[in-house]
């Protein structure tokens, strides 16, 4: 459920890449964010770039989202957020976000507070969810459908820590 208003008048979807390093979650971040975007009625696309991914290569994910999304593709420089998960693809995706587009990476979040060292993908989710205008029970259903139970509690409260940056970087400007 959205819990604020989408500009809808300029049908212009939301751009969101997402990348890092096979093995990180990437592909896991944007089922996730999908899944979010879906339960609130809206059109999602996603596509995925798999690099060498099974040996640590780059691999990024297009989520977009609106009224009507035509092209799961976000275009050159037109991304609204850029997520990346592996620091050292910030500079291998930067061409991707547009200018005023928001950034969101590892070195926002204190990694070593995390409960588990491979949920820095969820964390900067709850980063990008103070951005978004979907509920934190949308969020919630989605990582739980997701993931293992198993997994359900740590990736919950590394979603609570990263939404309580975002929430803190957002009364900062």
């Avoid at 997994?151 to 409260?157: K, S, V």
Wanted: proline share 5%.
């Amino acid at each position: 459920m959205i819990n604020q208003s989408i500009d809808t008048t300029s049908n212009k979807p939301t751009n969101v890449v997402i990348a890092g390093l096979g093995g990180m979650g990437v592909l896991k971040a944007s089922d996730i964010l999908a899944d979010v975007v879906f339960s609130a009625g809206l059109d999602v696309k996603k596509s995925e770039l798999h690099g060498m991914s099974q040996r640590g290569g780059s691999v990024s994910s297009d989520v977009r989202f609106g009224e009507r999304v035509l092209s799961p593709m976000v275009p050159e420089g037109e991304a609204d957020y850029l997520l990346v998960i592996a620091e050292d693809q910030v500079p291998v995706n930067a061409w991707t976000l547009r200018a005023g587009g928001v950034l969101i990476e590892p070195s926002q979040i204190d990694e070593s507070s995390l409960p588990n060292k491979k949920s820095v993908n969820v964390a900067l989710l709850g980063v990008l969810s103070c951005h978004l205008p979907f509920s934190i029970e949308a969020w919630t259903a989605a990582l739980r459908s997701n993931l293992p139970e198993k997994l359900h509690e740590a990736n919950l409260q590394a979603f609570s820590m990263g939404r309580a940056i975002g929430e803190n970087a957002g009364q900062e400007r």
